[in-house]
C-alpha cells in the first residue's frame, strides 16, 4: 500500500521558502539581466503607445501609427514584413504584391485559351 503524499503546506499568511518567488530566487539570472536592461531602451523607459513595436538595431520602441520609414531613435531602417514586438517576432506586415511571379502563368493561361480559340473556329469553319 502506498504511503500518502505528504500534505503541503497551505499557502496563505507569511510567504515560505517552498513559495515560488523565493524557491526561484537567483535562477534564471541571464534572462532577468536581459528584461532590466530592455526596460531602459529609448522610449521603453519613458513608457509606449497604445500600440508599437521595436527597433531591430537599438531596441527603441517605434510606434506603429503613422508608419515609419526609419527610427526615431537609431536611424536605422525599418524594412520587410517581420516587426518585433516585447517578447516575439511577428511576420504581420502585408506582402507585396505577387503581380510579376504570377505573370507567366497568368500569360501562359492566355496563350493556351486562345490556341484552343483558334482551334475550335478552324474546326467549326
Ligand atoms: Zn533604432
Redesign the pocket.
Known amino acids: 500500500m502506498a504511503e500518502p503524499e505528504p500534505e503541503e503546506p497551505k499557502s496563505f499568511g507569511n510567504i515560505s521558502d517552498r513559495h515560488w518567488s523565493r524557491a526561484r530566487a537567483g535562477t534564471n539570472e541571464e534572462a532577468l539581466r536581459y528584461y532590466r536592461e530592455r526596460s531602459h531602451a529609448p522610449g521603453v523607459e519613458e513608457g509606449g503607445g497604445p500600440r508599437n513595436f521595436y527597433?531591430m538595431?537599438?531596441d527603441?520602441v517605434i510606434p506603429s501609427d503613422p508608419p515609419l520609414e526609419r527610427?526615431p531613435?537609431?536611424d536605422?531602417e525599418i524594412s520587410g514584413v517581420a516587426r518585433r514586438y516585447f517578447n516575439w517576432v511577428e511576420l504581420d506586415q502585408p506582402a507585396k504584391s505577387d503581380f510579376r511571379s504570377l505573370l507567366p502563368f497568368a500569360l501562359g493561361g492566355l496563350i493556351a485559351l486562345a490556341l484552343i480559340a483558334f482551334v475550335i473556329v478552324r474546326l467549326l469553319a
Open positions: 527597433c538595431h537599438c527603441g527610427c531613435h537609431c536605422g
